[in-house]
């Protein structure tokens, strides 16, 4: 009967934390309340705002993160990348002071996804002091009429959790299953040792 009790509180202590621990890889997401980040998917197509055209481009720095780096991914969530159509948006990183290419987004027209970026270990002294990014919008200047929209810039080291694209926020529904589920546990697990 004992064992049971503590058999019943460990599984319960470590669904409630592992959840806790899974949100805690996720290092910094800039979103919209960090500037021209789209707060939400009705304002997507505001112009000079959120929607921004090839002599509109901006960049952003992410929060400095302390600890080991091991592997280090940068994941920017962009609406209506034309990439198929001949649409090029380059983001650069700065190692140090300087402004490295990492790659153009990818997308599809009128849909929100994620490009991910794999950063070297050349950077990882910069994530550790607060990463610098910047977004080259229609970088080729051949279409004027290519824009976009971005909702969230994730900067995850070691294998984080990333968020959905959408801008909207909506908690992520395995964590708060699981998390829930700890937080029963413990609550059981509680009851029984004090009776």
């Given at each position: 009967m004992k064992?049971?009790?503590?058999?019943?509180?460990?599984?319960?202590?470590?669904?409630?934390?592992?959840?806790?621990?899974?949100?805690?890889?996720?290092?910094?997401?800039?979103?919209?309340?960090?500037?021209?980040?789209?707060?939400?998917?009705?304002?997507?197509?505001?112009?000079?705002?959120?929607?921004?055209?090839?002599?509109?481009?901006?960049?952003?720095?992410?929060?400095?993160?302390?600890?080991?780096?091991?592997?280090?991914?940068?994941?920017?969530?962009?609406?209506?990348?034309?990439?198929?159509?001949?649409?090029i948006d380059?983001?650069?990183?700065?190692?140090?002071?300087?402004?490295v290419l990492?790659?153009?987004?990818?997308?599809?027209?009128?849909?929100?996804?994620?490009?991910?970026?794999?950063?070297?270990?050349?950077?990882?002294?910069?994530?550790?002091?607060?990463?610098?990014?910047?977004?080259?919008?229609?970088?080729?200047?051949?279409?004027?009429?290519?824009?976009?929209?971005?909702?969230?810039?994730?900067?995850?080291?070691?294998?984080?959790?990333?968020?959905?694209?959408?801008?909207?926020?909506?908690?992520?529904?395995?964590?708060?299953?699981?998390?829930?589920?700890?937080?029963?546990?413990?609550?059981?697990?509680?009851?029984?040792?004090?009776?």
């Amino acid at each position: 009967m004992k064992t049971s009790k503590i058999v019943s509180f460990a599984l319960a202590f470590v669904f409630a934390f592992s959840s806790l621990a899974l949100a805690a890889t996720v290092t910094d997401i800039k979103e919209y309340n960090t500037g021209f980040f789209v707060e939400n998917d009705a304002h997507k197509y505001d112009s000079h705002t959120y929607w921004r055209w090839y002599n509109q481009d901006w960049g952003w720095q992410h929060s400095a993160i302390a600890g080991t780096i091991t592997t280090a991914t940068l994941n920017i969530s962009a609406f209506d990348v034309d990439l198929t159509s001949g649409e090029i948006d380059n983001i650069y990183a700065y190692d140090g002071s300087n402004r490295v290419l990492l790659g153009s987004l990818d997308g599809s027209d009128n849909i929100w996804s994620y490009t991910a970026f794999t950063l070297g270990a050349n950077f990882y002294d910069d994530i550790l002091a607060g990463l610098k990014i910047e977004v080259d919008i229609d970088s080729t200047h051949n279409y004027e009429s290519w824009a976009l929209t971005l909702a969230k810039s994730v900067l995850s080291i070691d294998g984080g959790v990333i968020p959905d694209p959408d801008p909207d926020p909506v908690p992520e529904p395995s964590t708060m299953i699981l998390l829930g589920a700890g937080l029963a546990g413990l609550f059981f697990a509680r009851r029984k040792f004090q009776k």
